[in-house]
């Protein structure tokens, strides 16, 4: 496997579930990140991890909770979600924290649905 | 406040029509870097390019070409002769420090 992987790429799950999504990289970076793309609406950054540490939480409720447990990991463990959570999750991941003259590279995103 | 700014939602062409997607952006940094990304339907953003705020200069790959124009903030792209393939969400972004922002994308759709 390349590049940034995720899985799965598609879930639907009840309001009551407990799902987690998963991302991998094989790039050799040192930050992660996790977007929510709703329809219609910029990319909303949600959590930013450097070396395993979360670095930014961008006011995102409770119910998504991350874990990096190593620099090529990411999860986003999802509980109680509402139908207004059903949006793309997008992982991606950068040599460094973004910025100057990192670009990141992106999964392809895990379609999730919130019944 | 909106720092990437892409006015056009939606573009539509015919096949072999040139399109320009605007990006205006807004910093008060002086060194900072500009992106685009294309999200076919597949959903993967894949990387286009990247520019620095000290080269201005334009840069052209196949069809795709890019201008920065420092003086008002833009840094706009164009796809020359556009194919079917070249149908897909266009995202702008702005790198600060250790931030990345995006525009709201604009959805370019060519037809045959």
């Known amino acids: 496997e390349t590049g940034v992987t995720q899985t799965p790429r598609h879930l639907v799950m009840g309001m009551t579930n407990k799902k987690s999504l998963k991302c991998e990289q094989h790039?050799?970076?040192?930050?992660m990140y996790w977007y929510k793309q709703s329809a219609k609406k910029p990319l909303e950054l949600m959590f930013v991890?450097?070396?395993?540490?979360?670095?930014e939480n961008n006011s995102v409720p409770s119910r998504f909770s991350p874990e990096c447990p190593n620099s090529s990991h990411l999860f986003l463990h999802l509980h109680t979600l509402q139908p207004e959570d059903s949006a793309l999750y997008l992982c991606a991941s950068s040599p460094e924290l973004a910025g100057k003259y990192n670009e990141q590279f992106f999964g392809p995103g895990t379609r999730l649905t919130v019944l | 406040a909106q720092k990437v700014t892409q006015a056009q939602t939606e573009i539509s062409v015919v096949e072999k029509e040139d399109v320009t997607l605007d990006c205006v952006y807004e910093t008060r940094d002086t060194t900072y870097y500009l992106f685009w990304y294309k999200q076919p339907p597949s959903g993967e953003l894949v990387f286009l390019i990247r520019?620095?705020?000290?080269?201005?200069q334009n840069e052209i790959s196949g069809r795709y070409s890019w201008n920065f124009q420092k003086s008002t903030s833009s840094f706009n792209f164009t796809i020359t002769a556009s194919q079917v393939v070249d149908s897909a969400v266009y995202f702008c972004?702005?790198?600060?420090?250790?931030?990345?922002?995006f525009g709201a994308g604009t959805t370019v759709t060519v037809r045959a």
């Open positions: 520019r620095n705020s000290f080269d201005e």
């Open positions: 972004a702005l790198s600060e420090g250790d931030k990345l922002s």
């Open positions: 991890y450097s070396l395993e540490e979360r670095v």
């Open positions: 790039l050799g970076h040192n930050a």
